[in-house]
């Protein structure tokens, strides 16, 4: 097993703002990531991955009135780890929840959403990949564009959900584009381990920004932690400002 990146502070904010490699990467923009006529499928791992990883292209896609499918693979309900405050009876029931409001916040058309829920089992997504494969597999047409996390992304859900929305992509013959979301934490701008050469730039405005952020914020069991039993949030400041920056990044 890969010892787990996601530890510490992590790369600060300041080093993505400064660098060179950033400001250079080439735009793209959401109507030519999804074209008329093609759906747009997102597959989070949990239920704050869409807003985290897409918040901005969320908020493209709904105004350029593009169908889209969302599936939540887990309900995030290992998130508060021997927590009493956050048990997973109830975060299983919260979470989804929240990230309903945080759709709602971004202006996406909820009456008219397409959204499945997996039912896979939180930070245990790898042990049924096929499975998940299988099942995104069944929803998807030749034609439909999918967003999900970077098979390397740094946790084992947001790699095992990559990897089976590749292969199901590859089965019918949708789109796939992969989003980094723990990534902007352990990695650096100069990292031979991310594929620089294929990451785009969504550029994103200042009102986009200001809705990702009060999305961000419908998420309130991820920015608590439990103090009582000494843990963090799992959404702590330096999280959010890092996801925050004025554009998004796909992996085309």
């Known amino acids: ?11 600060p904010l300041h080093h993505w703002q ?12 959401v109507e030519q990531l999804v074209p008329e006529g093609h759906r747009a499928v997102i597959i989070a791992p949990h239920p704050d991955d869409e807003v985290l990883g897409c918040g901005g292209l969320l908020q493209g896609l709904a105004a350029l ?3 889209i499918q969302l599936i939540s693979v887990t309900d995030g309900s290992a998130s508060h780890p021997g927590s009493r405050r956050w048990p997973v009876e109830r975060l299983s029931v919260v979470r989804p929840q929240e990230s309903a409001q945080a759709l709602h916040r971004l202006g996406l058309p909820l009456h008219s959403l397409k959204w499945l829920r ?30 999900t996390t970077w098979r390397e992304d740094g946790h084992c859900d947001h790699e095992a959900v990559g990897r089976a929305s590749a292969k199901a992509a590859q089965a019918v013959g949708a789109t796939l584009y992969e989003l980094p979301v723990w990534t902007w934490h352990w990695a ?4 031979s381990q991310v ?8 550029p994103l405005s200042c009102e986009s920004v200001a809705r990702k952020r009060h999305a961000i914020h419908a998420f309130a069991s991820q920015l608590e932690g439990d103090p009582q039993i ?3 949030p799992v959404l702590a400041p330096y999280v959010v400002e890092r996801l925050l920056q004025p554009f998004e990044v796909v992996f085309v």
């Open 65 to 67: 009135g593009r169908p």
């Open 1 to 11: 097993m890969k010892p787990n990146p996601i530890v510490g502070q992590g790369t």
């Open 230 to 232: 000494g843990l963090p």
């Open 188 to 191: 650096t701008a100069e990292d």
């Open 118 to 147: 997996a039912g896979f089992t939180d930070s245990k997504v790898a042990a049924r990949e096929d499975e998940l494969s299988a099942f995104i597999q069944r929803y998807l047409k030749p034609t439909d564009v999918l967003f």
């Open 195 to 202: 594929p620089w050469h294929r990451a785009r730039k969504i």
């Open 18 to 29: 400064a660098s060179p490699r950033m400001a250079e990467l080439p735009q793209i923009s």
